[in-house]
């Protein structure tokens, strides 16, 4: 009896041990029903299960000291272990092991270095570590489970994104209260534009919190500065994030992304032993993201709580009045951007979705002012900091406003002249508007042929003085501001000169716009002379186009303009050279493609992806190119790559998200579906062209021509059906298989069918498919690709699927969309 008491009393003392420690080694594991424990007592990691049986157990950490368990991290939440068999284990390289009763690997973490002592703590934060003791500094991070929320935020943690990292730290629901399977609510930091907090479900936004001010998120005033916590967002090029600390250490607060899609903040209640909600977004009707429409606010004091914005009217006033504002307003009176436009003041605003918007924190508000009042494309200005200082500009439609009774911030939207004037100069009488209409005639009249009397003298002296001016032409590009670019031009016999005359040997190739030959200058400088042909398909809008374009555009990953030459029928463009041409001569050459290793594909995916990026989003306006393809991407002699041909590219203005035309101009293979069937074009159609280019990359293959024996399908088909299968990798081409990380290329792979889906909805921005190129968190499984048979668009039969043949890769063409 004694020896009993003796081993039960030593059996206790042994439980106590392995729950109070706060480290595991590589010589140790837990099992299912130890636990380890923070060295403050808070927290505790160990196996669970959420219904309380033990059919389905999981990896987690929880509060120790509470008696409701409170979960707060998962670390196998998709796959759950049937019985108590559950292991786990740190390796000598520094991995935490999860394994199951056949000792297969359910769950793993990833380090990026070899570590000599490596160590698992669960440290007081209620943060996981694995660290290495002999490491730099005494210990060293490998790995940290506050990298990788699941649905909780805590104290110390950070919402948002490592860039050097690639790290996308965001909070994901449950999938119901008892399954911590991933659900269908996310919490994260959108970085397009000014960054601000995104509440999605799948792909569609919920609520927004609105750009962080200085002291809050704009949208959400409820985070004023108060006596709990400590709100702390940063911004730099290493990081954005939220994140927040508590001033008093005995306060245990948690921020959860719920099951429901609400975000809520709870606060533990010793007194009453529960937990409080302390506040919880979406609030009330107005956090629906974009409610009300464009150009339009809504006050939950009002109703109807949707109101267009003074100067604005109902886009559809009768949808409108039946309580339907998702078409918003549109304004009254149109701008006139050189003609007097002004600002309207609006205080206490959620400030508009900024997805579309630049900021520069150095400027104060009145140069806000001027720089927006200069650019035609600019709709709106706030400060960026609600303290008084940054500079925020809008470039879209502004939308998903709301108006506070405190807390908001101003903002400054652009108006008409009219709509500005006082009420005593709008009712002048008619005698005094008609003289000023007479007036004014007569001072358009006269200052018009005194304009063009000018600008042709002028245009005379440039021409003679060997500088040329371009001004925007029709239904290409339209900055929205009078300006002119001038650019270096080079004389013909200069030209003729450094081309030898055009020699067929110094001929680079031809494209649509005609022959590009290789010269050198007389101070040794190697260029490209891209000639219009007599034949060329394009003409003077396309030169004038990509003349403009270009020679606005300043990045590492698009090829810069050097000169221009017009003279008597000769229309030519003067670039640097690129030694080794074209992408397309390296990949679909079965010699030169030897050239080209995995680590050179991968980093030229890169390049192109940032160029385009840039176009989309960091240039001063959306560009789209219209035309990107294999041929159109040059190679420096350090294999950089740089998208170049611009002759077919448009600009998005103020008021647009795609467009649409009758001409549907670029290459078989690469256009869109929506593009080539309907004519509608946006940036979702050059990343269909970037995932096409992807595709050919990897595989070293044409879209277009391309031909299995097991099947019709194209590249886009072929490339799908492997996904489907499993067996992607077999994609590949055979050359890469000994220099390729194998990780690596299914993550491109994925990435190339992501942007080729059908739907333009479905498509990634550039923005997202920069991040997820540098990134190792989980994507999307992608939907079926757009145009992945060889079934002609254009056949007759209308009942006939509409997926793509594709013509000559080459060559860039110009159909009439249906």
């Keep these: 009896m004694g020896f009993a008491i003796l081993f039960c009393s030593f059996l206790l003392s042994t439980i106590r041990i392995l729950t109070a420690q706060d480290t595991l080694t590589p010589a140790q594991s837990m099992r299912d029903g130890e636990t380890l424990v923070s060295a403050d007592g808070n927290f505790e990691l160990g196996f669970f299960s959420p219904d309380n049986s033990s059919s389905r157990r999981y990896l987690g950490i929880w509060y120790r000291k509470i008696p409701i368990r409170t979960v707060v991290w998962v670390a196998s939440r998709e796959t759950p272990f049937t019985n108590t068999s559950g292991v786990l284990k740190v390796n000598e390289q520094g991995l935490l092991i999860l394994q199951n009763s056949t000792n297969s690997i359910v769950w793993s973490s990833n380090t990026s270095s070899t570590p000599q002592n490596p160590v698992a703590q669960l440290l007081d934060s209620g943060n996981l570590v694995v660290k290495d003791g002999l490491g730099r500094n005494g210990e060293y991070i490998l790995w940290q489970s506050f990298d990788f929320p699941y649905d909780t935020l805590l104290p110390g943690m950070k919402l948002g994104w490592n860039l050097d990292m690639g790290l996308d730290m965001f909070l994901q629901s449950w999938k119901s209260i008892d399954d911590p399977a991933k659900g269908d609510f996310k919490c994260l930091i959108d970085l397009r534009g000014y960054p601000q907090l995104f509440i999605m479900k799948g792909n569609i936004i919920q609520c927004r919190s609105g750009p962080w001010n200085g002291l809050q998120f704009t949208g959400s005033p409820q985070l004023k500065p108060n006596p709990i916590f400590n709100f702390i967002f940063v911004s730099n090029r290493h990081e954005i994030y939220y994140s927040y600390e508590l001033k008093n250490s005995s306060v245990v607060s948690r921020l959860v992304m719920s099951d429901k899609g609400v975000l809520e903040r709870h606060i533990w209640v010793d007194r009453t032993q529960s937990w409080t909600l302390f ?378 998200i795609a467009a649409n035309t009758k001409r549907v101009v670029g290459t078989y293979g690469y256009m869109s579906p929506e593009y080539v069937v309907d004519g509608l074009f946006s940036v979702k159609s050059d990343v269909f062209s970037f995932g096409v280019l992807v595709l050919e990359i990897i595989s070293g293959k044409r879209n277009r021509g391309f031909c299995h024996s097991d099947h019709g399908l194209n590249l886009l088909g072929h490339a799908w059906r492997l996904w489907m299968e499993e067996r992607a990798i077999e994609l590949l081409d055979p050359l890469l298989r000994c220099s390729c990380s194998v990780p690596q290329v299914l993550r491109c792979i994925q990435v190339g069918l992501l942007c080729v889906q059908r739907l333009p909805v479905d498509r990634p921005d550039m923005s997202a498919v920069v991040v997820m190129l540098g990134s190792e968190s989980s994507l999307p499984p992608p939907r079926q690709p757009g145009f992945y048979n060889e079934r002609n668009p254009f056949e007759a039969d209308s009942s006939s699927s509409k997926e793509g043949f594709w013509s000559r890769n080459e060559i860039t063409t110009s159909i009439e969309a249906r």
Excluded at 301 to 312: Q, R
Excluded at 317 to 329: I, R
Excluded at 452 to 477: F, H, M, S
Aim: proline content about 3%; charged content about 25%; glycine content about 8%.
């Design 279 to 656: 506040f919880g977004v979406p609030t009330d009707q107005c956090d629906t993201y974009a409610l009300c429409g464009q150009y339009a606010s809504c006050n939950i004091n009002n109703y109807p709580v949707c109101a267009c914005l003074e100067g604005f009217v109902p886009k559809s006033p009768t949808s409108w009045s039946a309580s339907d504002w998702s078409d918003g307003c549109v304004r009254r009176t149109q701008l006139k951007c050189h003609s007097g436009d002004g600002f309207r003041k609006h205080v206490e605003m959620k400030l508009p979705d900024t997805s579309s918007s630049w900021v520069d924190k150095s400027l104060g508000l009145k140069e806000c002012e001027e720089m927006c009042l200069r650019n035609c494309s600019c709709m709106a200005y706030a400060n960026s900091d609600i303290r008084g200082s940054g500079c925020l500009l809008w470039f879209d439609d502004l939308i998903d406003m709301r108006e506070f009774t405190e807390g908001g911030q101003d903002l400054y939207i652009r108006m008409a002249a009219s709509e500005l004037a006082p009420t005593k100069e709008k009712k002048n009488s008619n005698e005094k508007r008609q003289v000023a209409i007479v007036v004014s005639c007569l001072i358009v009249v006269g200052g018009s042929l005194a304009l063009i009397l000018l600008l042709c003298i002028r245009r005379r002296k440039r021409l003679q003085q060997g500088t040329v001016k371009q001004t925007d032409p029709e239904d290409y590009v339209d900055f929205g501001a009078e300006e002119d670019i001038e650019l270096p031009s080079i004389d013909l016999t200069t030209i003729k000169n450094a081309t030898d005359n055009f020699s067929s040997n110094n001929k680079l190739g031809e494209g649509g716009f005609g022959p590009v030959y290789k010269g050198i200058l007389l101070d040794g400088q190697e260029i490209a002379v891209k000639r219009l042909s007599e034949t060329s398909g394009q003409g003077g809008k396309e030169f004038k186009n990509e003349v403009i374009l270009i020679a606005k555009l300043q990045h590492r990953n698009l090829v810069k303009l050097l000169g221009c030459c017009i003279q008597g029928d000769e229309r030519m463009l003067i670039y640097e050279y690129m030694p080794n041409k074209s992408l397309d001569s390296f990949i679909f050459d079965q010699t030169r493609s030897k050239l080209l290793d995995w680590h050179v594909r991968f980093h030229i995916i890169g390049g192109i992806a940032r160029g385009l990026l840039y176009l989309h989003q960091d240039s001063r306006l959306r560009i789209i190119h219209r035309d990107l393809k294999a041929s159109n991407v040059l190679l420096d002699s350090d294999m950089n790559p740089k998208i170049s041909d611009f002759g077919l590219a448009r600009t998005f203005g103020k008021d647009q």
